[in-house]
Nanobody, 124 residues
Framework: QVQLVESGGGLVQAGGSLRLSCAAS????????MGWFRQAPGKEREFVAT????????NYAVDVKGRFTISRDNAKNTVYLQMNSLKPEDTAVYYC?????????????????WGQGTQVTVSS
């Protein structure tokens, strides 16, 4: 069983950048798709970005495409989310999640394992 721990959240001004990290502990899971989701107050948790663990493909939500970059380092069991040109509407709790093995997915229901989340706040 794997545990996911997010870090790197904080308070930044609009236009600034943050890099989130998600570290996995426990058994290895290098074959699994990884994803980032976010949840703003009063809203449903929504898809942000996903990456196949074999580095073959990525996918992004329309709202973040061109601004966010997902990456991973399998040797460190870590996935990252580089967030640039941040906007106030990016404010949310960001969650790292493990998805299905060998297949990429943008659907929340395909991600059975989640971290505790890290707060990102973007001021105008």
């Amino acid at each position: 069983q794997v545990q996911l721990v997010e870090s790197g959240g904080g308070l930044v001004q609009a236009g600034g950048s943050l890099r989130l990290s998600c570290a996995a502990s426990g058994r290895t899971f290098s074959s699994y798709t990884m994803g980032w989701f976010r949840q703003a107050p009063g809203k449903e948790r929504e898809f942000v970005a996903t990456i196949s663990w074999n580095a073959g493909s990525t996918n992004y939500a329309v709202d973040v495409k061109g601004r966010f970059t997902i990456s991973r380092d399998n040797a460190k069991n870590t996935v990252y989310l580089q967030m640039n040109s941040l906007k106030p509407e990016d404010t949310a709790v960001y969650y790292c999640a493990r998805g299905p093995p060998y297949s990429i997915s943008v659907y929340r229901s395909d991600y059975p394992l989640w971290g505790q989340g890290t707060q990102v706040t973007v001021s105008s």
